[in-house]
């Protein structure tokens, strides 16, 4: 019999969805005729604008002409794509064409791209955390060094105390919300540098930053690209999470270690793994992709998020009447609540469920840190929030 690889066996179960959905399918069988309020979703309700679908359309017409058909694409991805993203996203941060890799999906390319590095080195993951960095690591056999990110931090990672060979930065931050001002995401960049670590940045809700002085990508911060591979998706900030389409930005300039002591180019290897694994993302997704950057589409997204930024500020400004404090909801689409002392964030779950027939997700699901609060997101119709508000206002626990 052939041996499994038994770092699988390291994995945690796949306790915090399973859970939520285990004590909500509980709860319904015996209150039917409740009506339940997800608040605790992360994903979109609002369907895709027209400007994408219209690109959509045209690129289906296309597959239908001889002329026009196109079979496989480059697998990094089609230039008229990467090229959009530079002249929209990077058009001052230097990036150039062959550093951009078009995929279908940031958790593909953030669970794959640890393939890059030896089993034996380190990664360090904030706590609480989006879970499918750790759990990639795992899978590989890496010793993972945990960074809090709590309110007695500010939410801003402390340094690690020994040397992590990657570190995981996700901003705005999923689940807490919280953002990294550039001078803060400095002091990781300058740290990255010092001490030769790899960033890997995860920016999927970037077009949810609305102040200044927020990056919305890691190379505004200078020296990033020696050290920085940034993650994009347009999943949330343009409804694709059905349609999946993402890019990872990956400098020339950043460097792995071989064996033999030479500095190799990061960019080379994912290019090879790219091209070996993967066979690109469909043409039709990538015209879509393309018209995201098209003023008109632009206005239209900027709508939708909008929309889901004022259920997120509604949200956190409910549990704020209610006594409790709260941070994110305004860079991102995610709010999360600290619970009055010492109560349990699954209790708390337990009881917003019953008492108000609401669903959130329990902080204590993202991590050991996470413990004492809970994530509501922004992502629900702006009705079904409107009334989980209307059900909180006599809340009480
Ligand atoms: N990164 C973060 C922080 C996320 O929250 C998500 C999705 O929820 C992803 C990446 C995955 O995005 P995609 O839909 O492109 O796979």
């Known amino acids: ?12 179960g796949d306790y915090l969805f399973s859970e939520v959905a285990r004590r909500v399918a509980a709860y319904t069988a015996s209150n039917p005729d409740r009506k339940l309020i997800r608040l605790g979703i992360g994903d979109v309700t609002r369907p895709l604008v027209p400007a994408i679908i219209e690109a959509l359309n045209k690129a289906v017409a296309e597959q239908a002409v001889a002329e026009s058909f196109r079979g496989y694409g480059p697998e990094r991805g089609h230039s008229f794509l990467i090229r959009a993203v530079i002249r929209s996203e990077y058009a001052e941060l230097g990036i ?20 890059l590095f030896a089993a034996d080195s380190t990664a360090a993951i904030t706590d609480p955390v989006y879970p499918a960095y750790a759990d990639a690591n795992i899978m590989c056999g890496r010793r993972i060094i945990h960074l809090p990110c709590t309110a007695e931090n500010g939410y801003m990672p402390q340094l690690p105390a020994t040397r992590p060979d990657l570190i995981y930065l996700c901003y705005p931050n999923n689940p807490t919300g919280t953002v990294l001002t550039k001078e803060q995401l400095q002091i990781w960049v300058d740290y990255a540098r010092a001490r030769d670590c790899v960033i890997l940045f995860d920016a999927a809700y970037e077009t949810f930053i609305r102040e200044p002085n927020i990056p919305h990508s890691i190379y505004e911060v200078p020296g990033a690209r020696e050290v920085a591979v940034e993650f994009r998706s347009y999943s949330k900030a343009a409804g694709f999470t059905g349609l999946r389409c993402a890019y990872v930005v990956v400098p020339k300039s950043v460097r792995g270690l071989a064996p033999d002591g030479g500095r190799v180019s990061l960019n080379g290897l994912w290019t090879r793994r790219q091209s070996t694994k993967y066979n690109g993302c469909p043409y039709i997704v990538q015209r879509a992709a393309e018209a995201v950057h098209s003023p008109e589409a632009k206005a239209q997204l900027r709508e939708v ?11 956190k400004e ?6 409790l404090s709260a941070v994110g909801g305004v860079n991102a689409p995610y709010v999360w609540i600290h619970l009055p002392k010492g109560v349990d964030s699954w209790d708390f779950f337990d009881t917003l469920l019953t008492k108000a027939g609401i669903v959130s997700t329990p902080g204590a699901g993202f991590g050991a840190h996470g413990q004492g609060c809970l994530r509501l997101t922004g992502f629900g119709a702006g009705a079904a929030t409107a009334e989980a508000i209307e059900r909180l206002r006599n809340f009480s626990w």
């Open 1 to 12: 019999m052939a041996h499994i690889n038994a770092h699988f066996l390291d994995l945690p």
């Open 96 to 115: 150039e064409e062959d550093e951009v890799f078009i995929s279908d999906g940031a958790k593909c390319d953030l669970g794959n791209f640890p393939e």
């Open 305 to 315: 998020i909008d929309g889901y930024l004022d259920n997120a500020r509604r949200i």
């Open 318 to 323: 409910t549990f704020e009447r209610l006594g």
